[in-house]
């Protein structure tokens, strides 16, 4: 009985010890796995605040990429990298547009080329400066598409200061100045207003200077027309130099400047016994009726041949009717047998049209003088000198009692 309480004592006594060893190995493994946990939450908190740091002093700079091997050298990628403005001028210089095969595609590339520059903004500002400054061209013919046939629109500085495609580089550097404003932009067009010889940049100029400071430069664009008007520079001979002239007087009508009147009216005959169209334009602007007594006495200049004249004819076809200094020189011109017979077709069947502001829109005054050119054709018709003039009388009495009818109908009542 001793012996087997013994046993079982020494039983219990084992268990107990086994119990308290085991307890410690699970505590100690517990206390080396937090340990860890701590180690490696310290070492993500220290990563992660090297990683924000590095992210900071990251941000804003130029990013580098290496390509991978077996590349031997680095390529260096510029981030949100702008249009090159030097780049695209270089370009511009090189490229040319003219009829034929690829006409199209140059055209699109002048363009393209053109709105880098506009991206560009101020940046391009010191490029085409520079550019200006040399005085070189680059003109584009776009007097046919691609295939030979068709036109290109092309581009009036009279009715606008902007171009599908510009007649020259020079003018679509100076819309690009205008599309990118500002003084710099601004300068840049004044200073090449004072250098220019040509009309039609003269013109172009003057308009997108008043579009950007109205009357700021007016004296000087006007100032800068009578010099060449007064004493032009050799005249060229392609497409933006053919109506130098013209564009020189439409920059006085432009500016309303009516200064220009006797140097003009000398100029009215050139050299070759022709009359200056645009400049009888002009005094017709600038003086009105008042062109009819300048009209008469240069029909009269020695110079001239009779088929030169037509033009002479045509001021006093504005005012038949209105001024009655008008019908002599309208009768002479055309009962001349010399003057060519389209001339005098054309003067007669014009009784319908010129002097009238506004076909589509009647006003009283425009009924009045219907009935003034009935009458004359009346009174003249019968006396016709030829068949080409009865024909043509009775063309235009045809029209005007049409366009009589138009201005005395009431509009119909709307629905």
């Known amino acids: 009985m001793k012996t087997l309480l013994a046993i079982l004592l020494s039983l219990g006594l084992g268990a107990v010890i086994t119990g308290v060893v085991v307890s410690r190995q699970q505590a100690a493994v517990r206390a080396a796995q937090a340990a860890e946990a701590a180690k490696r939450e310290d070492a ?9 740091k590095a992210l900071a002093n990251a941000r804003g700079r130029t990013v580098t990429v290496e390509s991978p091997a ?36 140059s055209i699109r590339l002048v363009g393209h ?40 629109p092309g581009f009036d500085p009279r009715a606008g200061t902007e171009f599908l495609v510009p007649p020259s580089l020079c003018l679509g550097l100076f819309d690009v100045l205008r599309q990118i ?15 220019t010889a040509r009309g039609l940049e003269v013109l172009y100029l003057a308009r997108v200077l008043q579009e950007m400071a109205p009357n700021k430069y007016r004296e000087l664009a006007t100032g800068v027309a009578k010099e060449l008007l ?17 564009y020189l007087f439409s920059v006085l009508m432009f500016f309303n400047d009516t ?14 016994g022709k009359v200056d169209k645009a400049a009888l334009k002009y005094l017709q602007g600038a003086m009105g009726e008042q062109t009819l007594t300048i009209a008469q006495q240069t029909w009269n200049d020695p110079r001239m041949t009779i088929a030169e004249k037509e033009p002479l004819a045509r001021v006093a076809l504005t005012y038949l009717g209105v001024n009655p200094q ?32 506004d076909r589509k829109n009647f006003t009283a005054k425009d009924v009045a003088l219907i009935e003034s050119r009935l009458r004359f054709i009346q009174a003249n018709a019968p006396n016709a000198i030829d068949k080409v003039n009865a024909s043509a009388f009775a063309e235009a009495n045809k029209d005007l009692l049409q366009m009589l009818q138009r201005a005395t109908t009431p509009p119909a009542p709307k629905p």
Do not use: C, W
């Not at 390529?75 to 090189?94: C, T």
């Not at 007064?230 to 013209?246: E, F, H, I, L, R």
């Open 326 to 357: 008008a019908e002599p020189l309208f009768k002479t011109a055309i009962n001349d047998p010399a003057m060519p017979p389209d001339h005098r077709r054309n003067l007669i069947e014009d009784l319908n049209q010129d002097g009238f502001p």
């Open 230 to 246: 007064a004493n032009p520079v050799g005249k060229g001979t392609g497409p933006v130099d053919k109506a130098d002239q013209s």
């Open 44 to 52: 993500l908190a220290a990563e992660k605040s090297r990683l924000e």
């Open 259 to 272: 200064t220009y009147a006797g140097p003009a009216q000398a100029q009215l005959v050139t050299t070759d």
């Open 181 to 195: 404003g500002g003084a710099g932009a601004e300068k840049i067009l004044a200073d090449t207003l004072t250098t």
């Open 113 to 152: 080329e053109l709105e880098t520059l506009v991206a560009a903004g101020t940046n391009a500002l010191p490029v085409i400066r520079d550019f200006l400054a040399l005085n070189q061209e680059v003109i584009y013919d776009t007097s046919a598409g691609a295939s030979g046939k068709g036109k290109v």
């Open 70 to 105: 077996p590349a031997p050298l680095a390529q260096i990628i510029e981030v949100n990298r702008g249009p090159s403005a030097r780049e695209a001028m270089e370009r511009l210089k090189q490229l040319r547009v003219a009829p034929g095969p690829g006409q199209m595609r």
